[in-house]
């Protein structure tokens, strides 16, 4: 049994930063690859960024330059540190961890970037 517990969403004015969180618990955490989500209202499910479990990772386009995933093995967490934020980055988020055809999802954070 796996769960992903977010935190660090909020409301934060356009150019600023946020920092999500997500910290995994499940014996197979620290050996699965990790990701962050977004959905906007009316939107699609949307990759962010996703990082394996050896520390590789791959972003949209839409976030390249501008966010950061990483995570600590040893705490299983993944964070995502989220600068120069755009109104278009609001959305509420979602962590993911995955392993072979296992997926397991967060509960979600909002994040609103206001203009």
């Known amino acids: 049994q796996v769960t992903l517990v977010e935190s660090g969403g909020g409301l934060v004015q356009a150019g600023g930063s946020l920092r999500l969180s997500c910290a995994a618990s499940?014996?197979?955490?620290?050996?699965?690859?990790m990701a962050w989500y977004r959905q906007a209202v009316g939107k699609q499910r949307d990759l962010v960024a996703t990082?394996?479990?050896?520390?590789?990772?791959v972003y949209a386009d839409s976030v390249k330059g501008r966010f950061t995933i990483s995570r600590d093995n040893a705490r299983n967490t993944v964070s995502l540190q989220m600068n120069s934020l755009k109104p278009e980055d609001t959305a509420v988020y979602y962590c993911?961890?995955?392993?072979?055809?296992?997926?397991?999802w967060g509960q979600g954070t909002q994040v609103t970037v206001s203009s």
């Open positions: 990082i394996t479990s050896g520390g590789y990772s």
């Open positions: 499940g014996s197979i955490a620290s050996v699965s690859n």
């Open positions: 993911k961890l995955f392993y072979g055809s296992l997926n397991f």
